[in-house]
Every structure is written in C-alpha cells, then in structure tokens.
C-alpha cells in the first residue's frame, strides 16, 4: 500500500475526491490517499507543500505558479477545474459600500500572504484602474475571521468564492456588491518534486481515478442534492453552481501558463517568470 497526503479547500469542487475516497477507488489500487480540509486555503497550501506536509495539492492556479516561481520545490501536474473561479466581493450587510467604486482604497480581508483572497483583490484593483500599490491587507486566515473583521471595522470588504459564501449573504451577514472572475482555469492538481520523482505510476493511478470521476460527476443521479446537504447550499444555488462549473483532465498549456504569468508579472505579484519545464510536469 503506498502512503500519500492530499490537501485542499472544504468547498463543493472538491468532492469529486471525497466521493473516490469513500467507494475505496484509490484502495484498490494499492493507494492509500489521506484527505486534509485546509479552510485558510492557498497560501496555507503552498506551505505544506514546501514543509512537506502534503505531498498534493488542489490548489487556486494563480497561487501555486506564484510560489513555484518563489522556489516552492512542486510541480502542477494537471488542471482540475477548467472555469473561472467566480470570486463575490463581500461587504459586511450593514456598511455604507453599495458600489465596487466604494470600496477603492478601502481594506481587504485576506486569508493570508500570497493567498487567492490577495492576488484576486490584486486582479480586481487592476480591473478597476485602481492604484495597487495603495492595497491595505488585513489577515484573517478564515471566512469566519473575515466575517469578524469586516463586522468590526478592521477590514472593509472580502473576496471569497461566491457559492460558498453564499449562505452569509442568504443570512444577512454580507453584502455581494459584484464578482470577480479568474482569468483562467481556477483550480489545479500539484505535486511535490520529490513524490513526482519517487511515486510517478501512483501519482499516474491517481489522475486516472479523480479523471474517471470528475468526467462523469455531472451525472452521478442526485448530485445536487447530495451537494446541497454536504455543503449547506441552496439547491438552486448548487444547480447554477455546477452549470458554471467545468473540471478538467488535461494538463495547463504553455499558452494558459504565459498568460497568468504575465498578468502576475503586471500586477508585480513575482518579480520574474519560471519557465514551463519548472512550473509543470512534462
């Protein structure tokens, strides 16, 4: 039986591996595939990948190729999810924000340093012709620390995954004042250098099975509903989800990777560009 640790968001794109995990898909192939929920999210991702904590990681695409670029000892060996991730820009309910124009220079709630949550508040800025070098940060390394922040007046809006944040607008807590879509695929699969070079048929074994999966997910009978229940969403907000919502079995193209380089090189999130041999698995 070979050992191996997997990592990511407790969010809906991921059940796709819980549901293989559960039916003993990877088991019977002699794989033993420990799953860990990491709320705080990318960057808290990046680091146990660099700290040897994972050995693979469903991760935000923007955010690992910034830390590959920074020496993180990984590689992504295919794209998992294919759509945009569709960030909400959230507002504590009972603020005065009511535009996106509102909140220009205002503070964002992030989960932590070089997470999805800051390099999207990047993009957004970017989108806005908004001053980045005037972005204020504030960490809360949870939803529930940005719901903390922003109620107290320490930050003054969020961004986090519309669907999952979703339940707090329903309740009152947030405000979704708009949304901000990736420029590109939003999740990917990396893997450690040396787990890559140790295990590659396991490594292969695995893409094969969440592959079979995740090509077939849409129409596993009553998947909405088993969504909803897991996830505490709305049924109809998990059937616009999953209308949006595309996974992938291939892997990043030079072409995808030079784009989101070069949008990150713009926004001076890194400094200088990895080449495709460094960043992807060939």
């Not at 190729?65 to 991730?85: E, H, R, T």
């Not at 509102?102 to 390099?119: C, E, F, H, M, N």
């Not at 099975?209 to 998990?238: A, M, V, W």
């Amino acid at each position: 039986m070979k050992h191996l640790k997997i990592a990511g968001v407790p969010e809906h794109f991921n059940l796709p591996w819980h549901l293989c995990i559960e039916n003993n898909e990877f088991e019977a192939e002699g794989i033993d595939l420990q799953w860990t929920d990491v709320p705080e999210g990318t960057g808290k991702l990046c680091q146990m990948l660099r700290n040897k904590e994972t050995d693979i990681a469903v991760i935000l695409t923007e955010g690992i190729i910034k830390d590959i670029v920074a020496g993180n000892p990984s590689k992504i060996v295919q794209v998992y999810v294919q759509s945009p991730l569709i960030w909400g820009i959230h507002v504590d309910a009972k603020s005065n924000y009511q535009t996106l124009s509102d909140l220009k220079d205002k503070k964002v709630a992030i989960s932590r340093i070089g997470s999805g949550s800051q390099l999207m508040a990047y993009v957004n800025a970017h989108n806005q012709n908004w001053k980045t070098d005037n972005l204020q940060f504030e960490i809360v390394n949870t939803i529930d620390g940005a719901v903390e922040a922003l109620s107290n007046g320490k930050a003054d809006y969020f961004m986090w995954e519309r669907f999952m944040t979703k339940p707090l607008v329903d309740k009152g807590v947030f405000r979704r004042i708009d949304d901000c879509p990736t420029p590109w695929p939003c999740f990917v699969i990396a893997v450690r250098n040396e787990v890559l070079e140790n295990h590659p048929e396991t490594i292969g074994k695995i893409l094969e099975i969440i592959n079979t999966t995740t090509s077939e997910f849409k129409g596993i009978p009553s998947i909405d509903k088993t969504l909803s229940e897991r996830y505490h969403q709305k049924q109809e907000d998990i059937l616009e989800w999953l209308s949006l919502t595309q996974w992938s079995q291939k892997q990043l193209s030079e072409q995808m990777l030079n784009k989101v380089q070069n949008q990150l090189l713009e926004l001076a999130i890194i400094d200088k560009k990895g080449t495709f041999a460094e960043i992807v698995h060939g």
